[in-house]
């Protein structure tokens, strides 16, 4: 997890200055100058208690930098069709904006938007298992 977020804050920072190619000569800019224009990305937890939860979920990942943690236990433990059509629905909005989504253990997803990759390891989860049979 920790190269997996240096990996991306060295994807998104700045060097120490960049020159930028400006009639016919060069300007440079100072990475302060350069901070301010940048986007962050935001981690945000959401907790998915009912189908009507997945709607501030996607709304935060079509709005740009956001990848999210989904505490799916909730919506487990209380209805498994109504918890297998929202993942099915985050599933879809994830591949449309060509991101990626995963199981995090048994109770937890992370869906990722296209910047971002999540790593697989050799064996999948519970969590992934049950993602997979959903598909069919």
């Not at 907790?47 to 709304?59: N, Y």
């Not at 943690?69 to 487990?76: C, E, R, T, V």
């Amino acid at each position: 997890m920790k190269n997996f977020l240096s990996k991306l804050k060295d994807t998104f920072s700045a060097s120490e200055s960049e020159t930028l190619e400006a009639d016919g000569g060069f300007l440079e800019l100072e990475a302060s100058e350069i901070q301010d224009k940048k986007a962050k990305i935001i981690i945000k937890p959401f907790m998915l208690e009912s189908f009507e939860d997945v709607k501030p979920v996607l709304d935060a990942l079509r709005a740009g930098y956001t990848i999210v943690l989904l505490n799916i236990a909730p919506l487990k433990d209380k209805d498994i069709v109504e918890l297998k059509r929202a993942v099915n629905k985050l599933k879809k909005t994830a591949e449309a904006m060509n991101g990626d989504i995963a199981g995090f253990g048994e109770d937890w997803l992370v869906i990722a938007p296209a910047f971002a990759e999540i790593h697989r390891g050799k064996q999948p989860t519970a969590a992934q298992a049950d993602l997979e049979d959903s598909d069919e």
